[in-house]
């Protein structure tokens, strides 16, 4: 045991702090962590768990529609959103208990309060001031809003989970996860929503022919997609309308502007100025391979380091540095195919490298792709459509792409990733007997490539 108070003290209660210290403390090491807001960070309260309650909620009445096809006769569906808001919040509430659990179960000592780093092995929170051989940064990142004027008017994801009205009209600004799975959240509860975007396309850097797919079932569903725009100025109405002002010199008048822009690491106020700490030009903190910041006994992981901003990233960085700083096994975090979901409708999964990304690196590919109607809605009588595509390495038939926009994509992916991780080929795919029937089989009877590039 070192001379300080602690052996680790971490900053920031979500995915990637309690998983470090928890595992740390496990493996004996005396923990404290410190938080100023909600347990289990971002993805247990304003990120990956209340949104994708909400595309649970937000997808019932297009099962209601198609069910007519079925047989079943039913009153188009009233919507109550604060039912469904309040039942979010007590869903996060007894998450927040169960991090708290996961927390003294382990023995961490849980600080509240906001943690201010004094020097290299001191955090001060609340006036008091507490010692540590190491401090690792876990505080995530915060959304990014674009100053123009009337910003103040505009909302981001994190008060949309809680707004006190459904609003009738929605303008959701941005082209990347958030902004595509809020735009298909609003439009399935109800809302008139016009997603804009400043580039032609959204969702840059996923696989174009993904993105062309997806672009056009989103709008199919009824989400107004404008791109190529932007908005200049907000404006409150006295009615309490919103103008939002366009690039183009149009206007909109809507009840709600949500900004999905970006995120940016949350290190205002930690007091890295008070340390060797050195940060990259985008405000991410800097780090080695190992997770270890300029001052060595200072480390960071997850969103504010900024490598892939996704919760199971976190986890898997907060294991690799417990195991390798308290249980004597060195371990780092494989970063190749990962594979990754946005839920917006329907559901985009995607694995290793888009058809772009491949062209890039020199690979000759072997593309193979399927459009087609799910089974489902052979009765339903929804245009819904499945996309999935396959990318080969021509020079040793490994797959190293795999994407599908469709009804449970991300579900299906999963296994694909495991595949894929353990080096399976085209003739792999190929060797496996579908699941009948299935939209997922199609995986694996793709048999003539639709091109070569
Ligand atoms: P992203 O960085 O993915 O997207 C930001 C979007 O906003 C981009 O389309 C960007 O355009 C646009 N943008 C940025 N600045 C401006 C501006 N000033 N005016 C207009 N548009 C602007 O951020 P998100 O907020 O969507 O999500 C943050 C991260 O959270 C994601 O990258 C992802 O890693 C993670 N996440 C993961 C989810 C999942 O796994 N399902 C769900 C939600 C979030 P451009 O493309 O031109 O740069």
Known sequence: MSNYDFDLFVIGAGSGGVRASRMASQFGAKVAVAEDTYLGGTCVNVG?????????????????EGAAGYGWKAEAPKFDWPTLRDNKNTEISRLNG????????AGVELIQGRATIVDANTVDVGGKHYSAERILIATGGWPKIPQIPGAEHIISSNEAFYMEEFPKRVLVLGGGYIAVEFAGIFNGLGADTELVYRGPLFLRGFDKEVREFTANEVAQKGVKLSFDLNIEAVEKLPSGELNVTMTDGSERVVDCVMA?????????GLGLENTKVSVNDNGTVAVNEDYQTDEPSIYA??????RMELTPVAL?????LAKTLYNNQPTKVDYDNIATAVFCQPNIGTVGLSEEEGVARGIKLRVYTSDFKHMKHTLSGLSERTFMKLLVDDANDRVVGCHMVGQDAGEIIQGIAIAMKAGATKADFDGTIGIHP??????????????TV
Do not use: Q, W
Not at 98 to 105: A, D, E, V
Not at 316 to 320: D, L, N, Q, R, Y
Not at 438 to 448: S, Y
């Open 48 to 64: 990956c768990v209340p949104k994708k309650l909400f595309v649970y909620g937000s997808h019932f009445p297009e099962e209601v």
């Open 98 to 105: 169960i991090y708290g659990n996961i927390l003294s179960n």
């Open 260 to 268: 999905a822009t970006g995120r940016a690491p949350k290190i205002a």
């Open 301 to 306: 992981i997850g969103d504010v380091i900024g």
């Open 316 to 320: 898997a960085e907060g294991m690799a």
């Open 438 to 451: 299935t939209a997922a089989e199609e995986f694996v009877t793709m048999r003539e490539a639709t091109r």
